[in-house]
């Protein structure tokens, strides 16, 4: 019953997908790729990727969309020109769409317990992580130790293109001609959103703070809590004006939490080398292995929930005030 | 008891369904943008109501009550203020009420 | 049970993706984003019963305290966009 | 059911050549990068069919529950590249900020026609 869900999900988002590349209005298109992605998170959901769902939730219900709808406004709202060779375009993707689903029918079995995906490194994972982190959430087991080399180049990531947004929008001529105490008053006027927003912000942020450190214990962790925390400081901005967010958290210590995430976490994979064990091994953190472990996983999703807080904060701030 | 609990919250979660099934329906057959609205975020509130309840009944006293009564009050307060801010945005932009609909995508512009 | 509340979301989804698609004015389309963000706090919150996992209600609260931010965000366009309007009138389109 | 599952993989095909579609035959740069987000969400629902097994739950541990767990690394793949995908999103936003500055255009062709002037 619940694959028939998740079918009909797929054909929603399949359809929504379909109407964001014929609509020539961005703002529309915008609109649908949040449609779009709440079908994802639902996705998500039910093929059992609580993590994954929550992270697209995080990412996708509020952040996406801001980002999007103001780099709408500092360009413009509408496609201008028609799309170029669209037979042949089609042509080329039909043709391989159709390459692609005949190639669907030698994949294993959709939700075979002995496809090779299956039996690789998942069922160790599984068997281990008891016995060596001792944690019941196993996604962020593997995220933060098993595979913590994978995310911290994920991390530099994030960090580098925080850091070329920074570079493209942070310097030169803004492009905006608006009067300015306009431009800083936000939504100051809206009073019944400002009153709400108040009410929320503070649950916002203590939510983004249980799910970083209740990362060991359900879904949650460093990537989802950065984003939520992110989500609550641009509520801010957005009802108070920008202004009064960069009097809150300046730029400066924007800056240095964008550069404190990666160096904690390399902190941490250093400290394993000083202490004798390898780059990133947590185990000797502490004079118990499963204590270091947990400590270890602890402090890098810490690095990681700073990182992309200050990133995704970056950014919109450089996309702010290119407005002005 | 627990059955007469398991029949009201069954009572609910039927109720809350039907609900938001009319808000779709409702959302999709009305008229024009404000009739729309109301069809949609009366029903929302409703319909949210009426199922996190019946929820709540079949989960007994356990922390995921406490986090339903969390998700229900946060719902109560965000959607609504949703709806206004919406509302408010379209009529200063100079949708009109009670007009036969046929604004282009772009209405409220020059 | 589950199941009934869960068709009758779904099928309400559906029906909102039709009005975010046919429009025809922006405001059907954020009203349309709007109940389906609802829908889906729903949705999440009665399949986590429905999986037995009731501890994943965290991801329905996430969706119930962002949701929020989206229209604001949407608001916010506006309002630039008409200020930009009255500022040069003289402006392209 | 056989063919229910497949129709997981046959919707990730057509999503990735709707996305495809999108970054190949339209001139607007957002649209690109809006068509590209397409992309990179049907690699994610891929990779998590990819992990689902059969009556299995979440992998994260508790008292109640079964005791058969999904995939959790193509979860933990894309809990992360969900992420760096938002913030490579928003440098290409970036880039087509810059260009909208430079060429007072956000269409591929227009910006080719003034280069070639």
Do not use: C
């Amino acid at each position: 019953m619940i694959v028939i869900f998740g079918v009909f999900l797929l054909t929603l988002l399949v359809i929504t997908a379909i109407a964001i590349v014929r609509t020539e209005n961005l703002f529309v298109a915008v609109m649908l790729q949040g449609i779009a992605s709440l079908f994802i998170a639902g996705n998500f959901f039910l093929l059992d990727a609580a993590d994954v769902a929550l992270t697209e939730a995080a990412i996708g219900a509020g952040i996406s969309t801001v980002l999007f709808l103001s780099a709408l406004a500092l360009t413009s709202e509408r496609e201008r020109s028609k799309s170029s060779n669209k037979m042949l375009s089609f042509t080329v993707v039909a043709v391989a769409a159709l390459v692609l689903i005949y190639a669907t029918f030698d994949k294993p079995r959709f939700g075979d317990p002995n496809a090779p995906v299956q039996t690789h490194v998942a069922p160790w994972y599984l068997e281990k992580t008891p016995e060596y982190i001792d944690i019941p959430n196993v996604v962020t087991a593997v995220l933060g130790s098993y595979r913590g080399y994978d995310t911290l180049g994920e991390v530099l990531v994030v960090f580098t293109a925080g850091i070329g947004v920074l570079f493209l929008l942070g310097s030169g001529a803004p492009l905006g001609s608006l009067p300015q105490e306009k431009i800083n008053e936000g939504l100051r006027h809206h009073l019944i959103p400002r009153v709400v927003g108040r009410v929320l912000i503070p649950f916002i942020l203590l939510f983004g703070l249980y799910v970083q450190f209740h990362g060991e214990y359900g879904p949650g962790g460093g990537f989802q809590a950065g984003a939520i925390i992110a989500a609550a400081i641009i509520l801010f901005a957005l009802l108070e004006g920008e202004q009064r967010a960069l009097s809150v958290i300046p730029a400066r210590v924007l800056l240095g939490l964008v550069a404190f995430g990666p160096l904690l976490y390399l902190a941490v994979g250093i400290a394993g080398i000083v202490l004798g064990g390898n780059f990133l091994d947590y185990s000797v953190l502490s004079s118990d292995s499963v204590t270091g472990q947990q400590l270890g996983i602890l402090l890098i999703e810490a690095g990681v929930g700073i990182t992309v807080t200050g990133v995704l904060l970056s950014i919109f701030h450089a996309f702010a005030a290119r407005g002005r | 008891m627990s059955m007469l609990l398991d029949i009201l919250s069954w009572v609910l979660l039927t109720l809350g369904g039907l609900s938001i099934l009319i808000g779709g329906i409702g959302a999709l057959r009305m008229p024009d943008l404000y009739t729309r609205m109301h069809a949609a975020s009366v029903t929302d509130s409703m319909g949210a109501i009426l199922v996190l309840v019946g929820i709540m009944l079949q989960a007994g006293l356990t922390l995921a009550t406490i986090k339903l009564i969390a998700i229900l009050l946060f719902l109560l307060i965000s959607s609504p203020t949703s709806s206004n801010t919406l509302a408010s945005a379209a009529l200063l932009a100079g949708t009109r009420p009670f007009e036969e609909a046929h604004q282009s995508d772009d209405e409220g512009k020059e | 049970m589950y199941y009934a509340v869960t068709i009758a979301t779904l099928v309400t989804m559906g029906l909102a993706l039709i009005r975010a698609i046919l429009g025809p004015s922006v405001y059907d389309r954020v009203l349309a984003v709007n109940m389906i963000g609802t829908k889906t706090v729903l949705l999440l919150s009665v399949i986590a019963f429905l999986y037995g996992r009731p501890d994943f209600l965290d991801l329905a609260l996430a969706y119930a305290l962002i949701n929020f931010i989206g229209v604001l965000a949407v608001l916010e366009f506006f309002r630039n966009r008409a200020l930009r309007r009255s500022t040069e009138p003289d402006r392209e389109t | 059911m056989e063919i229910l599952g497949l129709y997981y993989y046959w919707v990730f095909a057509i999503l990735l050549m709707v996305g495809l579609y999108a970054v190949i035959a339209k001139r607007n740069l957002v649209k690109k990068l809006i068509g590209l987000t397409l992309f990179q969400s049907a690699v994610f629902l891929l990779y998590i069919t990819m992990g689902k097994v059969d009556d299995g739950t979440a992998p994260i541990f508790s008292v109640t529950g079964s005791n058969i767990f999904s995939n959790p690394l193509p979860q933990v793949l894309i809990l992360t590249a969900i992420v760096v995908g938002i913030s490579t999103t928003a440098l290409g936003l970036g880039i087509v900020v810059r260009l909208k500055e430079e060429y007072g255009t956000i269409e591929e062709n227009e910006i080719q026609e003034i280069d070639e002037r």
